[in-house]
T-cell receptor
Framework: KNEVEQSPQNLTAQEGEFITINCSYS?????LHWLQQHPGGGIVSLFM???GKKKHGRLIATINIQEKHSSLHITASHPRDSAVYIC????????????FGTGTSLTVIP | DAGVIQSPRHEVTEMGQEVTLRCKPI?????LFWYRQTMMRGLELLIY????????DSGMPEDRFSAKMPNASFSTLKIQPSEPRDSAVYFC??????????????FGSGTQLSVL
């Protein structure tokens, strides 16, 4: 069983739609990370969360520690948001070790 | 800072050949990670170093894979001999960690490896 599960695996949206990507994890964590990977492969760290909510532009990330769940929201989606979004957790008591979800492939259609 | 630098960006080789991937972490970062990404399995941790010392290599698939970090500014991942199933994108990442807080993970641009 994967320690980090993401849903959906694939998502297609019309430009302007509100998008939600979900991440559930089964282990104790010290932080949860949302990463973005564009076609061409580069990976960028979007957010690091250990509690509550963070916002950056049109992106919002939330985490519920008790439920072991996080969501990434994109408001007013745009074709340039098309990418793979990856959830990753860093585990407690295992040093700086990261576990990754398999990613959500998002396509935003003009 | 230039970020995490990986080379080469692309590598095409024949089965049985030795492949060496290189990584220069961000200056001051004390953790370095090697990941492999495939369509089937996503991102997998191969090995990570703390202060140049290998801490966990349990993700290294087999003895054909080896990694070194001779100093704080350089690491290599070597595959010898290479096999077609090693074809993947290999990412290097670095971070700086303290007891009180953890930092973002910074990725290199990856090496696309194709073993024919």
């Amino acid at each position: 069983k994967n320690e980090v599960e993401q849903s959906p695996q694939n998502l297609t949206a019309q430009e302007g739609e509100f998008i939600t990507i979900n991440c559930s994890y089964s282990v104790g964590i010290s932080a949860l990370h949302w990463l973005q990977q564009h076609p061409g492969g580069g990976i960028v760290s979007l957010f690091m969360l250990s509690s509550g909510k963070k916002k950056h532009g049109r992106l919002i990330a939330t985490i519920n520690i008790q439920e072991k769940h996080s969501s990434l929201h994109i408001t007013a989606s745009h074709p340039r948001d098309s990418a793979v979004y990856i959830c990753a957790v860093s585990r407690k008591n295992t040093g700086n070790q990261f576990y990754f979800g398999t990613g959500t492939s998002l396509t935003v259609i003009p | 800072d230039a970020g995490v630098i990986q080379s080469p960006r692309h590598e095409v080789t024949e089965m049985g050949q030795e492949v060496t991937l290189r990584c220069k972490p961000i200056s001051g970062h004390d953790y370095l990670f090697w990941y492999r990404q495939t369509m089937m399995r996503g991102l997998e941790l191969l090995i990570y170093f703390n202060n140049n010392v290998p801490i966990d290599d349990s993700g290294m698939p087999e003895d054909r894979f080896s990694a070194k970090m001779p100093n704080a500014s350089f690491s290599t991942l070597k595959i010898q001999p290479s096999e077609p199933r090693d074809s993947a994108v290999y990412f290097c990442a670095s971070s700086f960690w303290t007891e009180l807080r953890n930092e973002k993970l910074f990725f290199g641009s990856g090496t696309q490896l194709s073993v024919l």
